[in-house]
């Protein structure tokens, strides 16, 4: 989202929840997407909040919302930060997530009556052929597809629902070389937050693959009552960094031949050092 919401420009994935009687190891499980959902959910809103970080990347995709003609679809609406405030501005919209924990939250915010919603993955989802003035992917999204492949088959899934004239947009960190030549971060604490009357701290913990552009985040939410800690919850998750250029190729393999690139939420230009890299694309088709 333009910001480096890790502190060391990272976002997402598999959890597991520890015994009081073990309350710092961390834990895989078998079934990561899912319970990658289950603890985000439930730490997503308090997390940023704390965080600070969030909210120019707001007003961006409202805009884009006002500028677009006919409906909205969120890819990775999460627990509706961002698709929320675009629905209440009056657009008829619809949300795309991986984790039912995360539509669950979102659909409690709403009461049943907010955007529909669609449990599915970026590379396949199928919306029966509806098409949308504007589809977007906020807050690095789109930097969970860690393949090509899954990169052009989330776009190829875009530009089937995208109506005449539509635009798709997301936003990408702008990777700082010296960092991701980094091998590895140990883990430090990242932010304090509370929750149910307990203090929370996350911690986080990087490794990278400079090679295939890849970085490896756990996160540590550790439970505190009466200053003791009584539990521990990890998540842990991959995401792929692009650049500049990288990006404009994709785009023109997959079909794009409109694309405006910018370095912030403020519509500045690329340039060396901006904090994110934002892509507004459409066809001429």
């Not at 915010?109 to 590379?123: E, F, H, I, S, V």
Request: proline content about 4%; hydrophobic content about 40%; overall charge negative.
């Amino acid at each position: 989202m333009g910001r480096d919401h890790l502190g060391i420009l990272e976002g997402g994935m598999g959890v597991q929840s520890q015994s009081i009687h073990d309350p710092v190891t961390l834990a895989r499980t078998m079934d990561p997407e899912d319970q990658y959902g289950v603890v985000t959910a439930r730490y997503y809103d308090a997390t940023y909040q704390a965080l600070g970080v969030v909210g120019p990347d707001v007003d961006f995709y409202r805009r884009l919302a006002h500028d677009a003609q006919g409906s909205v679809l969120e890819l990775g609406c999460g627990t509706g930060r961002i698709l929320l405030p675009i629905a209440a501005d009056g657009h008829s919209c619809v949300g795309v997530d991986s984790s039912s924990s995360m539509l669950d939250a979102l659909r409690a915010k709403t009461d049943g009556n907010g955007p529909a919603l669609l449990l599915g993955r970026l590379q396949d989802f199928d919306l029966a052929g509806r098409q949308f003035g504007l589809i977007f992917a906020a807050f690095r999204v789109f930097q969970h597809l860690e393949t090509v492949e899954d990169q052009l088959a989330c776009l190829e899934r875009v530009k089937g629902h995208l109506a005449p004239g539509g635009s798709f947009a997301f936003d990408v960190f702008n990777p700082r070389l010296e960092r991701m030549s980094d091998p590895e971060v140990p883990e430090r604490e990242n932010i304090r937050f509370r929750d149910a009357g307990d203090e929370m701290i996350r911690y986080e913990a990087v490794t990278r693959d400079p090679l295939n552009q890849l970085i490896e985040v756990t996160f540590r939410y550790e439970r505190r009552r009466n200053e003791e800690v009584v539990s521990n919850e990890t998540t842990c998750f991959k995401m792929r960094w692009f650049t500049r250029f990288e990006l404009e190729h994709l785009m023109a393999r997959a079909g794009f031949d409109r694309v405006q690139m910018y370095g912030d939420f403020d519509r500045s230009p690329v340039v060396a050092g901006c904090p994110a890299l934002i892509v507004v694309a459409g066809t001429s088709g």
